[in-house]
């Protein structure tokens, strides 16, 4: 395939309680070497940036549908057509939820599965390259 990524920046709400909601930059990315997953990024601080991968089918279950268990969950959130996204991000370290539009995220996963279709993720990963990461020469 060798297209160089798909990029979303967008900014969402990161819910830091009841009454308290910080807006942060988030950074969707997906490249066809790893086309079953997700890269998803928020900047706490300039120097603090969290990091998360996590399944392409997951985000877009969770575009219409609660999805996820376990360390990452992403919901609908509200009534159409203003309809917001709901991520849920736990670790030992700490537990984040971030809002914001569903609309983008939307579009921008239709521009992921118009590069490689769901189903086809298999024909884009290059297992030779693969390979030759994992193991030792």
């Known amino acids: ?7 979303l920046k ?3 709400s990161l819910v830091a309680g009841p009454d308290l909601r910080v807006f942060v930059p988030v950074r ?8 079953y997953a997700v890269q998803f990024s928020f900047d706490v601080t300039p120097d603090d940036v969290v990091r ?3 399944a392409r089918e997951l985000l877009d279950q969770g575009t219409t ?3 996820g268990i376990g360390d990452v969950k992403i919901t ?3 009534p159409l057509p203003d309809r917001c996204l709901s991520i849920e991000l736990e670790a030992p370290d700490g537990y ?8 983008p995220v939307k579009e921008w996963l239709a521009e992921t599965y118009a590069a490689v279709p769901a189903g ?18």
Request: avoid cysteine; charged fraction near 25%; charge should be negative.
């Open 1 to 7: 395939m060798g297209f160089p990524g798909l990029e």
């Open 10 to 12: 967008i900014r969402m």
């Open 28 to 35: 969707l990315y997906y490249k066809d070497t790893d086309p």
């Open 52 to 54: 998360w991968t996590f």
């Open 65 to 67: 549908t609660p999805a």
């Open 76 to 78: 609908p959130v509200g």
């Open 96 to 103: 984040a939820r971030l809002e914001g539009s569903i609309a």
């Open 120 to 137: 086809q993720e298999s024909k884009a990963v290059d297992i030779d390259s693969l390979l030759d990461e994992l193991l030792p020469h």
